[in-house]
């Protein structure tokens, strides 16, 4: 299992002070908690896509591009792209240029995003939706694949003889994921493709997305019945820890209360209980995460949510360093045996 963390660049207030952070400090307190996580050896560093304030990251390959120089062996994602609004031809050459630069330590998380606004600021239709990501989709993968395409679609003016520029690195193209909080046609894309899916399990029950996942395998099973393919399946998460218990709850609160999407959700203990929201002890993290698979089955990434609601950097970055030494050592020896079961299971579906 890869183990890593994501931010979606929020940029609220300092949650004790309630002064702002430019957004020059937090764009470099990004790139500092990316190259953190690659020191202390975790495998993903994944930004989220955001057009408005108070989120910072409009322009994720950009950031990732810088983080690439600073960091060594960690792969770097996106949570997500946005494959409604953003044009699939940026898409795949801005992908190709960032695998160069990170010598191929790059996929990509294709979502539809939870902002409405943001399909008229880039002239799309939010109404068009489905159909838009889908035809977006089905383009990106073919400029990847295909050194000269043709294409006539609905929803931008066709292509004749292009070449996306420059071609994915070694001719592999970047791996997909495709990220859903409710959409089923998202879990059938990524199933119909045989690329990845990831639940967001966030700000809902775990059961919820497990919903999601079921409907992703099912759909793959049959899409790829006869290929010995394996679907692949990731995992979002919130976490905060410290040595016990009672401090990390006393010391989470302010940015819990300085979380937008937390407001109305109820107390902390009420989001904890029914959410994949954990905030505790290591084995409390570990506990609440390995219990995980019992929703999602055997599963391949889990990434975390660690700087949300102003938290300073100097805390994430302890954050970092407690998860590396006392949760992922054990996550790390779970996942070791989560990857023996799903080399038995492609070893028995090969010989079927």
Known sequence: MQIGIFSVGENPPNPLTMEPISEYERIKGLARIAAHADQAGLDVFAMGEHHNPPYVPSSPTTLLGYIAAQTERIVLSTSTTLITTNDPVKIAEDFAMLQHLADGRVDVMLGRGNTPAVYPWFGQDIRTSDALGEENYALLHRLWREDVVDWQGHFRTPLEG?????????????????????????????????????ANNLFGPVSHFADLVRAYRERFAYYHAASGRVPRVGAGGQMFVRKNSQDAKQEFRRYFANMRVYRGAGSLEQVISGTALTVGSPQEIIDKTLSFREYFGPYDRQLFHIDGGGTPLNVVLEQIDLFAADVLPTLRAAGKSVADARELERASTVNQ
């Not at 420059?166 to 045989?194: C, E, F, I, K, Q």
């Open 162 to 198: 292009f070449t996306a520029t420059p071609r994915p690195l070694d001719g592999t193209p970047p791996y997909v994921w495709h990220g859903s909080v409710r959409n089923l046609r998202v879990a059938d894309l990524a199933a119909r493709y045989g690329d990845g899916f990831f």
